[in-house]
């Protein structure tokens, strides 16, 4: 049981290549997350899915374009890299619901670097 | 919108002392409210989850306490130790946000031996 497991887990982009994180969880969860976080800020929702073929915005989708074509996978993909995307990539998992119980597991990270 | 604000955004203390980590949130309608700790270069592992008819929780050496009239959570942790130096960040999950958490900004906190 890998639970939630990100590729790669350190990328350097120029200015303006595209490139795809993809993040794996093996615990049957509906729902997926992506988020960033820059120092001091905490973390960020960028965009997250409540089920295999769905996807919806976060609080900061901009610049970013996401999939969920089978439901143990949820890509995010940066069509046209800028400086301002160079942060560390978080995606998590959960299995959702109302009973103030659920949590979200998260994977190790991806660190970018756009230069 | 709701807002978590975590301060200070670094502490240091001997090792052996209490730590007590703040943590206090706009809107009082939340499901629950979860404490986090990350370590340099990792993801973040959950440590204590208080839901919003609950008061606190504890696991161990760590009590988290919630009162959601005045929008604050309390950490402790109790003889804290060097293997306590982390980050430790405060969610919470908003009713109005379905299953999205909104985090702090954490609290960076070293024990110095």
């Known amino acids: 049981n890998a639970g939630v497991t990100q590729t790669p887990k350190f990328r350097v982009l120029k200015t303006g290549q595209s490139m795809t994180l993809l993040c794996a969880q093996d615990m049957n969860h509906e729902y997926m997350y992506w988020y960033r976080q820059d120092p001091g800020m905490g973390l960020r929702l960028i965009h997250y899915s409540v089920g295999e073929g769905t996807t919806a915005k976060g609080e900061v989708p901009d610049g970013y374009n996401v999939s969920r074509l089978k439901k143990q996978n949820f890509l995010l993909g940066l069509e046209s890299a800028a400086p301002s995307q160079t942060s560390v990539y978080f995606c998590a998992s959960s299995r959702g619901g109302t009973s103030g119980t659920e949590t979200q597991y998260f994977g190790p990270g991806t660190r970018l670097l756009v230069l | 919108k709701q807002e978590v604000t975590q301060i200070p955004a670094a502490l240091s203390v001997p090792e052996g002392e209490n730590l007590v980590l703040n943590c206090s949130f706009t809107?009082?309608?939340?499901?629950?409210l979860q404490w986090f700790r990350q370590d340099p270069g990792k993801g973040l592992t959950s440590l204590l989850l208080?839901?919003?008819?609950?008061r606190e929780q504890t696991s161990g050496r760590l009590n988290a306490s919630l009162d959601k009239s005045s929008g604050r959570s309390t950490l402790y942790i109790a003889a804290s130790q060097p293997g306590d130096s982390a980050t430790y960040l405060c969610?919470?999950?908003?009713?109005?946000?379905?299953?999205?958490?909104?985090f702090g900004g954490g609290t960076r906190v070293l024990v110095k031996p």
């Open positions: 208080i839901q919003s008819s609950q």
């Open positions: 969610a919470v999950r908003p009713v109005a946000a379905g299953n999205k958490l909104t």
């Open positions: 809107d009082s309608a939340i499901y629950n």
